[in-house]
T-cell receptor, first 112, second 113 residues
Framework: GNSVTQMEGPVTLSEEAFLTINCTYTATGYPSLFWYVQYPGEGLQLLLKATKADDKGSNKGFEATYRKETTSFHLEKGSVQVSDSAVYFCALRTFYGQNFVFGPGTRLSVLP | NAGVMQNPRHLVRRRGQEARLRCSPMKGHSHVYWYRQLPEEGLKFMVYLQKENIIDESGMPKERFSAEFPKEGPSILRIQQVVRGDSAAYFC???????????FGQGTRLTVV
């Protein structure tokens, strides 16, 4: 079946540090890949996406590259801010499955 | 274009009562998904619906839970005879067609007392 694995949290960083949150997946077919972010007390917001191999999604300084050979979609940001503190979810969707499959989420805390 | 609207935002029910959670998808979206999130946990898929059809309900408990997405009106997630373990945040998402991103509502936080 389809599944998404993310690095365990919580991740605690100082402001302006470099961020990497690892995400790997198992899927039938060729999935689209997504990163969603959830701020406290809110729903999930789409952060970025990639629909085919070698695509790079980017938004608000965050980036992730669809790596088919390693079945990965790691999230990176060069310099985090306190306002980036949130829970980050990696997700995939395949045409055949049609449903979205989410990873367990990684909580990020950025300290001033 | 309004986003995905869920109501109520907060719902308190006594054990044994019924809970009805509503989700109005974004305009033009015909696909609706329901997820449950327990405190400090990830999202657990419940059900995927298109207008008047249940596409995938593999994540829905077999008893007490039901969902619908009628031709007109919002999608409804119904939980009968609620128990304390049903306390969670329930999120609805919608998308316009296959293979695109989903947009989430703010969620309904159900508390069973």
């Amino acid at each position: 079946g389809n599944s998404v694995t993310q690095m365990e949290g919580p991740v605690t960083l100082s402001e302006e540090a470099f961020l990497t949150i690892n995400c790997t997946y198992t899927a039938t077919g060729y999935p689209s890949l997504f990163w969603y972010v959830q701020y406290p007390g809110e729903g999930l917001q789409l952060l970025l996406k990639a629909t085919k191999a070698d695509d790079k999604g980017s938004n608000k300084g965050f980036e992730a590259t669809y790596r088919k050979e390693t079945t990965s979609f790691h999230l990176e940001k060069g310099s985090v801010q306190v306002s980036d503190s949130a829970v980050y979810f990696c997700a995939l969707r395949t045409f055949y499955g049609q449903n979205f499959v989410f990873g367990p989420g990684t909580r990020l805390s950025v300290l001033p | 274009n309004a986003g995905v609207m869920q109501n109520p935002r907060h719902l308190v029910r006594r054990r044994g009562q019924e809970a009805r959670l509503r989700c109005s998808p974004m305009k033009g979206h015909s696909h609706v998904y329901w997820y449950r999130q327990l405190p400090e946990e990830g999202l657990k898929f419940m059900v995927y619906l298109q207008k008047e059809n249940i596409i995938d309900e593999s994540g829905m408990p077999k008893e007490r839970f039901s969902a619908e997405f009628p031709k007109e009106g919002p999608s409804i997630l119904r939980i009968q005879q609620v128990v304390r373990g049903d306390s969670a945040a329930y999120f609805c998402a919608s998308s316009p067609r296959n293979f695109t991103e989903a947009f989430f509502g703010q969620g309904t936080r159900l508390t069973v007392v």
